[in-house]
């Protein structure tokens, strides 16, 4: 599977901003998508995952209600609808794809994108 990010930018605090990760070279509809990110010196983090058929979606606390996943199995591409940003939230953001379902562990991930840099200022 070949992923590209891309929708990153520079918002200001309370602003929002939607990545589009586009995939190719697999069945996609038949994978878990998620977003990771990695903010400056700190570990790569989990953020969230949507479930094949994007019935599931799971995110880590600090997003939730703020920040949606999705995808368009149609169109071979998940999402991610990010809302009230906060100055924490700037980090480079990964679009990442696994055949285990629904899964924040990133060593489940075989796959991933180039990353799209997200910068909130206050």
């Known amino acids: 599977v070949q992923l590209q990010a891309s929708g990153g930018g520079l918002v200001q605090a309370g602003g929002s901003l939607r990545l589009s990760c586009a995939a190719s070279?697999?069945?996609?509809?038949?994978?878990?998508m998620g977003w990771f990110r990695r903010a400056p010196g700190k570990e790569r983090e989990f953020v969230a995952a949507?479930?094949?058929?994007?019935?599931?979606?799971y995110y880590t606390d600090s997003v939730k209600g703020r920040f949606t996943i999705s995808r368009d199995n149609a169109k071979n591409t998940v999402y991610l609808q990010m809302n009230s940003l906060k100055p924490e939230d700037t980090a480079v953001y990964y679009c990442?794809?696994?055949?285990?379902?629904?899964?924040?562990?990133?060593?489940?991930?075989?796959?991933w994108g180039q990353g799209t840099q997200v910068t909130v200022s206050s």
């Open positions: 990442a794809a696994s055949t285990i379902a629904m899964t924040r562990d990133e060593s489940d991930y075989n796959y």
């Open positions: 070279g697999r069945t996609f509809s038949s994978i878990t």
């Open positions: 949507v479930s094949w058929r994007g019935a599931s979606t």
